[in-house]
DNA sequence: GTGGTCTAGACCACC
DNA sequence: GTGGTCTAGACCACC
């Protein structure tokens, strides 16, 4: 009954570690992220796994989007 | 065989509701529509937005424009 | 009687040489056209303004555009 | 034959002393200007009345403009 | 004080 | 990795 052993994916583990960096509140300042770019740039990946990345985010309420504006942490 | 759904953007729900408020008469004393700056606080939108909005309704024959001028209703 | 001069745009300019460019048979090999990134680089200009560019060719009739693609050339 | 007074214009006064500000090196760090909102703002006048400022100060060679930035000022 | 043009940059939808 | 949409802001041309 137990499912297979899954391989993390990429977009998973920056997801996870985004998050902590967030709870940390290394972007407390402003809330305002990274943009895809500097972050493709920092986990050396691409836009598109960054983007996979942040609907993950969004979608478990650690992060807001908006277009046109960076996205933000969202408090608490 | 249908086209898959595709998400209204913005610029067009707005010169859809535009079209609209122009057809019911409400700019009928003197034809000439909001300001660019007004419509953006109208609707909480960029004036980018309320130009791609009056992009598409001078394409459609709705309104004409001027530099310098409000933009105006066409009759009819 | 007649109009006075008007002052060119760069988007206009951009048009017209791209135009020349597409007429003189330069992206022949297969009609699709440089992005929006190198025209903005080769023409020192911001992607706002190529984006204009392209909106008065798509409306002449020159160029087609399709989302996740490259422009093309509209043949003859 | 001398010309009668003639009572300076308020745009040239504010020309120079926009041109003093500069060469007493107050916008240095960047060389950008204040926007034209906000030194309509500073001096109590008219965006035209600003604008005729600065077109006397481009005349003159004491600032650059281009358009969606903002004017600079020209060193030395 | 309006619309027109332009900059610089972001995220979104689609390939 | 492209074009599409959107933000926020500037100066320009014309009224």
Chains 1, 2, 3, 4 share one sequence.
Request: charged residues 25%; hydrophobic residues 35%; aromatic residues 6%.
């Amino acid at each position: 009954m137990s499912t297979p052993p899954q391989k993390t994916p990429l977009y998973r583990k920056i997801a996870d570690e985004l998050a902590n960096r967030i709870a940390s509140g290394e972007f407390i300042a402003d809330r305002s992220l990274p943009s895809e770019f500097e972050l493709a740039a920092q986990y050396q990946v691409s836009r598109g796994t960054i983007r996979q990345t942040f609907s993950h985010l969004r979608a478990t309420g650690v992060v807001t989007s908006r277009q046109g504006t960076r996205r933000e942490a969202v408090p608490g």
